[in-house]
């Protein structure tokens, strides 16, 4: 049964930072694009970054190019998504997904995690 668990989500001021993991369970990690796609209250989901199977190639939503990083462990069968230079609007809860295979993709997944709140309010 294929897994994902997110964590690392919280609190924090405008201009802190936030690492986010996904544990992933139940597959083989290393044959998967992985990314994390966040909701924000009343809105509809919104897909953030993106790294491919092997770790290589990445992408992300202008809304966070140059503060966010997304990474990946595949030896720890493990996701993160860095966050720095928070602003307000990155209020959301955020989700770890699974690709379908090695490529990324911005609106097709096959699992998704619980998701984890990240709140940015002074």
């Known amino acids: 049964e294929v897994q994902l668990v997110e964590s690392g989500g919280g609190l924090v001021q405008p201009g802190g930072s936030l690492r986010l993991s996904c544990a992933a369970s139940g597959f083989t990690l290393s044959s998967y694009a992985m990314s994390w796609v966040r909701q924000a209250p009343g809105k509809g989901r919104e897909w953030v970054s993106g790294?491919?199977?092997?770790?290589?190639?990445?992408n992300y939503a202008d809304s966070v190019k140059g503060r966010f990083t997304i990474s990946r462990d595949n030896a720890k069968n493990t996701l993160y998504l860095q966050m720095n230079s928070l602003k307000p609007e990155d209020t959301a809860v955020y989700y770890c997904a699974k690709a379908p295979g090695p490529v990324v993709t911005t609106r097709l997944f096959s699992s998704w995690g619980q998701g984890t709140q990240v709140t940015v309010s002074s």
């Open positions: 790294i491919n199977s092997g770790g290589g190639s990445t």
